[in-house]
C-alpha cells in the first residue's frame, strides 16, 4: 500500500528493521519478528507494539523507503502485509522510476518528484475506497490491519475503528476495535498471546452501555450466547452511536429486508461510512422529535434565541433547517418548541444586524423573531430560497409587497411585545370521499343543550381558544407545558380532530401530498388480495355498539381507509387492530385526515407494530417490563416472572388502551399519544399496575391478576364526556359490582401517570427500543428455528445438534446473499407472508457454494454442471428458491441413504428438467402482500398434494436415454476421484456400463437384425468411449446428446430403466461398499463453518 511519504530517522530504527534491498533511491525493509528468525523475545516485542501503536511504521511488517544518495533523510512511501505484495511496489519503482531519477540534477528534485508520483498514485486510490474518510491516510493505515489480521472478504467494508480494552474475565487486553458494515471485529497481540474476536452484527442479541465497580463505562456485547465487554474508549458515545447503527442497519437488511431505496448514504452496502451512519442517526432523531415526514433531512443547526411572546422572554434553543421546515426547539428547561412549514412563510427580514436577529414571518399575520445567530445572513438565504421553491401559487406576490407586509409586523411586533396578534390560521381544504368526522354526523352537539357535561365541555373550547390566540393556532403553534397541561384535562370533542393532525405531524403529510388519498381510493376499490379479505372480515367488529358502525356510512368509510393504507403498503397490508384504531380515528376526523393519522401511526409513532410479527409491540413490551422493574420494585418481588404482563398488555400497545377502556375514556388515553407517543402509553400501563398494586401481590394466579385487571378497567370512566349512553360503552351491565369496585376517572388516572412518571424523557425510551429490538428479534428467531427444525427432525434422520447446526449454516449463507448487495434475489423477492419454513431460501448461485462445502464426494470436474440438476431436482415448486427442508433432505440422502436411495438420486439428476433457470435465479410465484390476486385454489392443491404423496417407486422413474446415461457413467467417475480404491471403482463402473450397453446392443439385433451392419461403428464401442471420463461435464444432462465424444448412429435409439443399472451395480460389491461407506457428518459441518465466509464457487 502506497504512504503519504513521512519524513523518519534510521538511527532508532536499527534494532527494529532489517534491510532486504537496497539502492541508490530505495531501501526494502522486513520489520524484525517477522519472516526467517521472527521467533524469540524480538518477536514477542515486535508483535505487541504493532498491536498497541497506531503507526503504519509499526503495523506493516514490509516497508519501502526513499532516500538520495547525499542525503541521510529517509522518506517512507510504501509498506505491505506480505512479501509479494511489497515484492510488487518494489518492481514498480524499478520500472516506472528509476530511470526517470537519472535525469535530476539536485536531490531535492528527485525526492520532490518522487513525493508526487506517490501522492498521486495515493489520490487514485482513495478516489475509490477512502473519499468520504475524514482522514484517509489513517483510515489507509487502519484498513491494511484490517485486512491483514482477519482475512474477511475483500468485499467488506471497514467503516471506522477505535483503541479500546476487551476484557477476558478479569484481565484486559488493550487492542483495536474494528467496526465494518458486516462484522464486529477485536485484535490484540500482548507478550505473544493473541487475542482476536470477529462478530455478525446479524448475531449481537444485545448491546448495551454498562458500568460497575471495574469498568465505570464499558459496551456489553451479547452474541452467541457469550457476553462480551469493552472499555477504555477515548471517544466512548461516538463508539456506541456508531456500533448501534451498524446493528440496526443489520437488522433492518437482513430480517426486515429494507432496500434503503429513499436514503442514498445506506442504499449500498460497499459505500458506508462512519459519517453516513452519523448523518442518518441525526436525521432520524430530528424526524421523531418534530414528526416530521421521513423525506425530511437535517440540512442545518443554528444556536439563537427565539422570542417568546406569551412569556416575555427570549429561549435559548436551536434551529433546526431541513428542506421543506424550519423547526426550533429550546434547551433551557422551558419544553418550548414550534415547526414551521416553508410552504407557511411569506417572508424573512434581518431588522437588527447588531444583534444579529431575523423575523421569519408567516401566514396568518404571524411573526418569529430569532436573535444571536451567528450565521443569520446565510440562513435568511437558506430559508428565501426553500421558500421560493416550496410557494404555492396563491401566496406568492411582489417582492414590495412581502417587504411592506412583513415591515409592518416587525414595527408591531417590536413596539407591542406583549400585545402579538396571533390568528387562526386557514387549513386549505381538500377533497376527500367523506368531508365531515363520523362524530359530527352521529353525534351533533346541541349548541342550545346547557346540562353541566355540555356546559363543562365549552369550558374546555374556551381553554384552548385562549391557548390558540397567545400560543397560535396550526402548523406554526408554540408548544409548551401548557399545552401538555391541556392535553391530559382532555381535549374538546370539537378539537380532537385538528389536534390529533397538528401533533402527529399527519397535517403536512395531507398538505404536501393534494389529492392522493382519493387516487388511492380509485386504485385500490375492486381489487381483490388476502388484505381485503381480511378487511370485510373485521369491518362489523369494529365498536360494533357505536351508532356509526352500524350504518353503511360509517362501515364504507372504514372500508375506503384500510383498503387505501393496504394498497399504499403493501409491505403491512393490513394487520388486526388497525381496524378498531381506524374506527376511532373516523370518528373525530375527516376521512381523508384518518387516511393520514393511520399513516403517521404505522408508520412513524409505532413502527414495526403493524406486521406479520408485530416486533414493534413486542420491543415495547420489553421496555414496559425493564420500566416495571426500575418503578414498581414492589410488584417485582412479588411476581419475578414479569412475562405475564407481556401478554396481557399486548392489547393495550397494538390499541392505545381503546381495546380495554370505554370509548369514552380511551379517546383521552389517544389525545396523550399522539403528543407525546409511545411514552404516554408506557406512563399509562405503570400508572395501572401501580394503582392496582395491592390486589396484584394478594393475587394467586394469572388468571385471577387479569381479573382484576379487567374489573378495573371496567370500572374506568369519563365523568366530563358529553357523549350520550347510547354512544359510551361505559356500563350498565356491570353494576353489580359497583359497589364493591370505585369508579376511577380517566383524566384522574392520566394526571397521576403524567405526576408520578412524567419525568421519563423521550430519548431514553427510544434507547431503550433499540436495545430490546436485538433481543425481541432474536427471541423471535430461536422460536422460528425451533418450530422449522420441528418439522423437518421427522423427515431425515440428523441428529438435534446436526440438524441446529445446519440450520444455522443455511441461515448464515442465506444472510450472506444480502451482505454486500441490494439486488440480491432473496432481497428482491421477499415476501413476508409465507409460512416460517419459507422465510430463509437459497438462490441456486448461495446454493452451490454451502452444497459444495456439505456433500460427502471430491468431484473432480462437472461440479457446477451437478450442483445445477441437484438444484433443480431439489426445487419441486419450480419457484427457484430451495428452503430448508428440500436442502436436509437432499443432504440425509447423500449422508444417511440407502445404496439404493442415493443411487435414485444421482438418477434422477440426470433426467431433463422441468423448466429452465431464469437469468436472475428465482422464480417467485407467490403474491405480493397486500397486492396481486391470491389464488388460494392453487395453495390448496398444493398442500392436498403434499398430503397425499407417496413413497416413490422406483419402477415410476422414466428411462434415461443414451446422453443421459453416458453423463451418469462420467458422473460416477467423478464421484471416485481421490479415493484410495479410485482405479478398482473405476473397472467396476467400466464393467458394468459395458455389460449393460452390450445386453441392450443384443436386444437391439434380435429387432432389427439388419439395421446396424451399415455402421463401420458400432454402437457399444462408441457410447463406452463416450462415457470415459476424458471429456469435460456438459451444463445439462440433455445437452450430452449435442456434442458426444464418440459419433453414435442415429438410427439406433436405446435407453436404460433405472432397475437395470441398480441390478447391475449391486453386482459390484466395490461399489456397494463405496456408496454405503459412512459419512463423517460433523466433520463436514465443521470445515463448512470454518470455510463458509471465503467460499468460492469452482468454475
Known amino acids: 500500500m502506497w504512504l503519504k511519504p513521512e519524513e523518519i530517522l534510521l538511527k532508532n ?46 503495523v506493516a511488517p514490509f516497508r519501502i523507503l526513499h532516500q538520495t544518495p547525499d542525503s541521510q533523510v529517509y522518506w517512507s512511501i510504501a509498506c505491505g ?36 508520483k506517490i501522492r498521486g498514485l495515493i489520490a487514485e486510490e482513495g478516489k475509490v475506497s477512502c473519499v468520504q474518510e475524514d482522514d484517509p491516510e489513517k483510515f489507509r493505515e487502519a484498513l491494511l490491519r484490517f485486512e491483514k489480521w482477519f482475512d474477511l472478504p475483500q468485499k467488506e467494508k471497514l467503516v471506522t475503528y477505535y483503541s479500546c480494552s476487551y476484557w477476558r474475565g478479569r484481565v484486559p487486553c488493550q487492542g483495536w476495535l474494528y467496526l465494518s458494515t458486516n462484522f464486529l471485529s477485536f485484535y490484540s497481540y500482548l507478550l505473544g498471546s493473541e487475542v482476536k474476536l470477529v462478530i455478525s452484527w446479524n448475531e449481537i442479541w444485545r448491546l448495551e452501555k454498562t458500568s460497575n465497580v471495574i469498568l465505570t463505562e464499558s459496551i456489553h456485547v451479547l452474541a452467541n450466547g457469550e457476553d462480551h465487554f469493552f472499555s477504555m474508549f477515548l471517544h466512548f458515545n461516538e463508539t456506541f452511536l456508531i456500533m448501534e447503527q451498524l446493528a440496526d442497519y443489520s437488522i433492518k437488511r437482513l430480517f426486515d429486508k429494507e432496500t434503503f431505496q429513499e436514503e442514498p448514504s445506506l442504499s449500498d452496502p460497499l459505500q458506508i461510512t462512519k459519517r453516513g451512519l452519523e448523518t442518518h442517526a441525526r436525521n432520524e432523531q430530528f424526524r421523531a422529535f418534530f414528526r416530521l415526514p421521513k423525506e425530511e433531512n437535517l440540512l442545518e443547526v443554528y444556536e439563537s434565541f427565539l422570542w417568546v411572546p406569551f412569556s416575555h422572554f427570549n429561549t435559548l434553543g436551536k434551529i433546526c433547517l431541513s428542506e421543506s421546515y424550519l423547526c426550533f426547539a429550546s434547551q433551557d428547561g422551558s419544553q418550548c418548541h414550534v415547526i ?7 417572508g424573512v427580514e434581518k431588522p437588527d444586524r447588531s444583534s444579529r436577529a431575523l423575523t421569519v414571518c408567516v401566514r396568518g399575520k404571524r411573526a418569529l423573531r430569532f436573535s444571536e445567530i451567528r450565521d443569520f445572513e446565510r440562513l435568511a438565504n437558506a430559508i428565501r430560497r426553500r421558500c421560493g421553491m416550496t410557494a404555492s401559487p396563491q401566496h406568492s406576490a411582489t417582492t414590495e409587497v412581502i417587504r411592506g407586509e412583513c415591515q409592518n409586523l416587525i414595527n408591531h411586533f417590536e413596539d407591542n411585545p406583549e400585545e402579538v396578534a396571533l390568528m387562526v390560521g386557514q387549513k386549505d381544504s381538500s377533497k376527500a370521499v367523506s368531508t365531515e368526522a363520523l362524530m359530527t354526523v352521529f353525534h351533533p352537539q346541541d349548541t342550545e343543550n346547557l346540562d353541566p357535561k355540555m356546559l363543562k365541555e365549552k369550558m374546555k373550547e374556551q381553554s384552548w381558544n385562549i391557548h390558540f390566540s397567545e400560543y397560535g393556532r396550526g402548523t406554526s403553534m408554540f408548544c409548551t407545558k401548557k399545552t401538555r397541561d391541556l392535553i391530559v384535562r382532555g381535549v374538546p370533542e370539537a378539537l380532537r380532530g385538528e389536534l390529533w393532525m397538528l ?24 381489487t381483490s388480495t388476502l388484505a381485503t379479505d381480511e378487511i370485510e372480515r373485521d369491518l362489523h367488529r369494529s365498536l360494533p355498539e357505536h351508532p356509526a358502525f352500524q350504518s353503511d356510512t360509517g362501515i364504507s368509510a372504514l372500508r375506503r381507509v384500510l383498503t387505501a393504507y393496504a394498497y399504499r403498503n403493501p409491505k403491512i397490508g393490513y394487520c388486526q387492530a388497525m381496524n378498531i384504531l381506524t374506527s376511532v380515528l373516523l370518528l373525530y376526523a375527516k376521512e381523508e385526515e384518518a387516511f393520514w393519522l393511520l399513516v403517521a401511526v404505522c408508520e412513524r409513532m409505532l413502527p414495526d407494530y403493524f406486521n406479520r410479527r408485530i416486533i414493534g409491540a413486542l420491543v415495547d413490551q420489553a421496555v414496559f417490563e425493564e420500566l416495571i422493574r426500575m418503578h414498581l420494585t414492589q410488584l417485582t418481588e412479588h411476581m419475578t416472572d414479569l412475562t405475564f404482563f407481556s401478554s396481557v398488555s399486548l392489547s393495550w400497545f397494538l390499541t392505545l388502551f381503546i381495546s380495554v377502556l370505554p370509548i369514552e375514556s380511551a379517546v383521552n388515553v389517544v389525545d396523550c399519544f399522539f403528543y407525546d407517543g409511545i411514552k404516554a402509553i408506557l406512563q399509562l400501563g405503570l400508572a395501572v399496575l401501580d394503582y392496582n398494586m395491592e390486589g396484584l401481590i394478594s393475587s394467586h394466579d394469572d388468571a385471577e391478576a387479569v381479573t382484576i385487571l379487567n374489573k378495573f378497567f371496567d370500572n374506568v370512566t369519563n365523568k366530563d364526556s358529553p357523549l350520550p349512553q347510547t354512544v359510551q360503552q361505559n356500563s350498565v351491565g356491570n353494576n353489580d359490582n359497583a359497589s364493591s369496585i370505585s369508579k376511577v376517572d380517566v383524566s384522574d388516572l392520566i394526571k397521576e401517570a403524567y405526576e408520578k412518571y412524567g419525568d421519563m424523557k423521550s430519548e431514553e425510551v427510544e434507547r431503550m427500543r433499540k436495545r430490546n429490538k436485538l433481543y425481541v428479534i432474536h427471541m423471535l428467531e430461536d422460536t422460528t428455528k425451533q418450530n422449522v427444525l420441528r418439522v423437518v427432525s421427522q ?33 428482491l423477492h421477499h415476501d413476508p407472508s409465507l409460512a416460517y419454513l419459507e422465510q430463509y431460501q437459497l438462490g441456486f448461485h448461495q446454493f452451490s457454494l454451502l452444497f459444495s462445502l456439505l456433500e460427502p464426494w471430491s468431484l473432480c470436474s462437472g461440479k457446477d454442471a451437478l450442483f445445477l440438476w441437484a438444484f433443480r431436482l431439489l426445487d419441486e415448486n419450480q419457484d427457484g428458491l430451495i428452503n430448508f427442508k428440500e436442502f436436509c433432505c437432499a443432504l440425509d440422502i447423500l449422508y444417511s441413504g440407502t445404496f439404493t436411495n442415493k443411487l435414485k438420486f444421482l438418477f434422477k439428476l440426470h433426467q431433463p428438467p422441468v423448466s429452465d433457470l431464469p437469468e436472475d435465479g428465482v422464480i417467485r410465484k407467490s403474491p405480493e402482500r397486500g397486492r396481486g390476486k391470491v389464488d388460494l385454489q392453487a395453495y390448496l392443491k398444493q398442500w392436498q398434494d403434499e398430503i397425499l404423496k407417496k413413497e416413490e417407486s422406483i419402477k415410476d422413474l422414466p428411462r434415461i436415454n443414451q446422453a443421459q446415461f453416458i453423463q451418469f457413467s462420467k458422473t460416477l467417475y467423478n464421484l471416485f476421484h481421490g479415493d484410495p480404491e479410485e482405479e478398482s471403482l473405476y473397472r467396476a463402473v467400466a464393467r458394468v456400463t459395458s455389460l449393460l450397453l452390450r445386453m441392450e446392443e443384443v436386444g437391439r439385433r434380435l429387432q432389427e437384425p439388419t439395421s446396424l451392419q451399415k455402421s463401420s461403428i458400432s454402437p457399444t464401442q462408441a457410447a463406452i468411449e463416450g462415457a470415459l471420463p476424458n471429456g469435460e461435464a456438459s451444463s445439462t444432462p440433455e445437452s450430452s446428446s449435442d456434442t458426444p465424444s464418440t459419433p453414435i448412429p442415429q438410427e439406433v435409439e436405446w435407453s436404460f430403466a433405472f432397475e437395470q443399472i441398480l441390478a447391475s451395480l449391486l453386482n459390484e460389491p466395490v461399489l456397494v461398499h463405496f456408496f454405503e461407506r459412512p459419512v463423517d457428518i460433523q466433520g463436514r459441518l465443521d470445515h463448512a463453518k470454518s470455510a463458509q465466509l471465503n467460499a468460492k464457487t469452482n468454475k
Open 13 to 58: 530504527a536499527f534494532k527494529l528493521w532489517v534491510t532486504e534491498k537496497g539502492n541508490d533511491y530505495f531501501v526494502l525493509q522486513r520489520r524484525r519478528g517477522y519472516g526467517e528468525g521472527g521467533g524469540g523475545l524480538t518477536g514477542l516485542l515486535v508483535g505487541t507494539l504493532d498491536t498497541m501503536l497506531d503507526s503504519t511504521s509499526k
Open 81 to 116: 502485509g506480505t512479501k509479494e505484495e511489497i515484492s510488487q511496489h518494489w518492481e514498480w519503482l524499478e520500472k516506472n522510476i528509476m530511470r526517470t531519477l537519472s535525469v535530476f540534477d539536485s536531490s531535492d528534485d528527485i525526492t520532490s518528484f518522487v513525493q508526487g
Open 340 to 346: 414551521i412549514p416553508m410552504r407557511e412563510v411569506i
Open 503 to 526: 401533533f402527529s405531524g399527519a397535517v403536512n403529510d395531507m398538505a404536501t401530498n393534494p389529492g392522493y388519498y382519493s387516487e388511492l381510493v380509485d386504485q385500490s376499490l375492486g
Open 795 to 827: 423427515e431425515v434422520k440428523f441428529s438435534a445438534s446436526q440438524l441446529d447446526e445446519l440450520y444455522v449454516l443455511f441461515k448464515r449463507q442465506h444472510f450472506l446473499s444480502c451482505y454486500w448487495t441490494m439486488n440480491s434475489p432473496v432481497l
